[in-house]
């Protein structure tokens, strides 16, 4: 093959995502950016993908050798790295992959990390800001939040089993403009079937640059809910009496057994068990609109659970 026509792939993902955001607000509001690239895939398209958007980038372990700098689970405990730096350089925003670039954690003004559930949100209300009345897929442990905003645009909320296979699934099946989970994962058809962090970023920079605002100002406009991950050993528990017990508890539930268990309340407030499919353990997820409620909520589970 004529080495003139080998594909240049990197390029060609990162024009169809330019291709698809307004390029000239971006470039405009001159955002100074910092990035962690943990050393991995990011580092092969961030640099063409910023100079692009015309962003000031700030690049914190941009060596794509395969070295992790943290733990690569993009969650707050691993990122202090990055937080710190945000906060040195004023940077606008930062902005973190995970080793092969599907999910994107924010890092506010303040150099605060904010929760991987706002990465989709604001992908989410750009979208459907532009296409109200389009369906929007997530899966069942996924915040509220986007469900609100589907609703605020018109737009129904389909809940799939979790995955990103079956994320993708009910996107293709509902047609729906945009998806994706909780854990930072955007999936925005219109460009790709596949989680991808370069078209979270390039979505959320879009965003802020149209309302002209911080990122902690325009999370400040989304309803605002707490929500909480945890996980229990069940070496040697039946999961279907696991199920029972709680189903028995929490009697004023609406019920959902696609996915384990989820327990949907009046007051918004929900609980989602699951089992996970690499470890003996059962993971639970919840959320409420206040802490006190959530707490309860886990409490009364673990003592269901522990009674015997």
């Known amino acids: 093959m004529n080495i003139m026509n080998i594909p240049n792939w990197t390029k060609e993902h990162a024009d169809k995502i330019l291709a698809n955001v307004n390029l000239e607000i971006i470039r405009a509001r001159k955002f100074k950016v910092a990035v962690d690239m943990i050393n991995a895939s990011a580092c092969v398209m961030d640099p063409y993908l910023f ?55 924010i890092v506010d003004e303040n150099g605060e990390i904010v929760s991987e559930e706002y990465s989709l949100v604001l992908g989410i209300e750009n979208v459907l800001s532009k296409n109200p009345g389009r369906a929007i897929v997530i899966n069942l442990s996924t915040s ?10 018109g737009s129904e909320c389909f809940r799939t089993k979790i995955g990103e296979g079956n ?42 640059a149209e309302r002209k605002q911080t990122v902690s100002e ?10 909480k991950k945890d996980k229990w050993n069940i070496v040697g528990e039946n999961l279907n009496e696991i199920y029972l017990k709680l189903k028995a508890h929490f009697q004023n539930a609406k019920i959902n057994e696609e996915d384990g268990l989820r327990l949907d309340f009046s007051d918004k407030s929900w609980l989602h068990l699951r089992p996970s499919n690499t470890e003996p353990i059962i993971r639970l997820f919840g959320e409420a609109t206040d802490k006190k409620t959530l707490d309860t909520l886990f409490n009364e589970a673990k003592l269901t659970l522990e009674e015997k």
Do not use: W
Request: proline content about 5%; some cysteine.
């Open 51 to 105: 100079e692009k958007l015309g962003v000031e980038v700030i690049p914190l372990n941009n060596i794509p050798n395969g070295n992790f700098a943290h733990r690569p689970e993009p969650i707050k405990e691993n990122l202090s790295d990055i937080a710190r730096l945000v906060k040195e350089k004023k940077a606008d925003i930062g902005f973190v992959h995970d080793p092969d670039a599907d999910r994107l954690v």
């Open 144 to 153: 509220q939040m986007s469900e609100d905003i589907a609703k605020k645009y």
């Open 167 to 208: 994320v993708v699934e009910g996107i293709l099946f509902h047609n729906a403009v945009i998806g994706g989970e909780g854990n930072g994962g955007i999936i925005y058809q219109k460009i790709n079937t596949a989680r991808d962090s370069f078209v979270g970023l390039s979505l959320v920079l879009e965003l802020l």
């Open 218 to 227: 325009c999370i400040a406009t989304f309803p605002k809910y707490f929500i």
